[in-house]
């Protein structure tokens, strides 16, 4: 299993970015995604999730509204579109695989029920 996140970079405030997990190794199109981030100094925290149809999303109350998870299970890929990010969304982004479509129907958010996780692109947002 592989997973590698990319589109991170230095933006200021207000500006988007999108983020893509590609994903190998593994039937992608069967499995339960995240995206997950940790800031220096905290706890890795629960950003989004996605089923593995695409068809349900959870997002953390923090970027409702500013953030969109989707995937492309023909390509592969995961991605995260942040808009209006702020200073307090400075983090490592990383991806993760989350449970197979056959154990489970509920997106999760929490850490324990991914099992993959993959490097992460830094996200730094200047104010």
């Known amino acids: 299993v592989q997973l590698q996140a990319s589109g991170g970079g230095l933006v200021q405030a207000g500006d988007s970015l999108r983020l893509s997990c590609a994903a190998s190794?593994?039937?992608?199109?069967?499995?339960?995604m995240g995206w997950f981030r940790q800031a220096p100094g905290k706890e890795r925290e629960f950003v989004a999730g996605i089923s593995w149809t695409g068809g349900r999303t959870q997002y953390a109350d923090s970027v409702k509204g500013r953030f969109t998870i989707s995937r492309d299970n023909a390509k592969n890929t995961m991605y995260l579109q942040m808009n209006s990010l702020g200073p307090e969304d400075t983090a490592v982004y990383s991806c993760?695989?989350?449970?197979?479509?056959?154990?489970?129907?509920?997106?999760?958010?929490?850490?324990?029920?991914?099992?993959?996780w993959g490097q992460g692109t830094q996200v730094t947002v200047s104010s």
């Open positions: 993760a695989r989350g449970r197979p479509r056959w154990t489970t129907t509920a997106v999760a958010s929490q850490d324990g029920e991914y099992d993959y």
């Open positions: 190794g593994f039937t992608f199109s069967s499995y339960n």
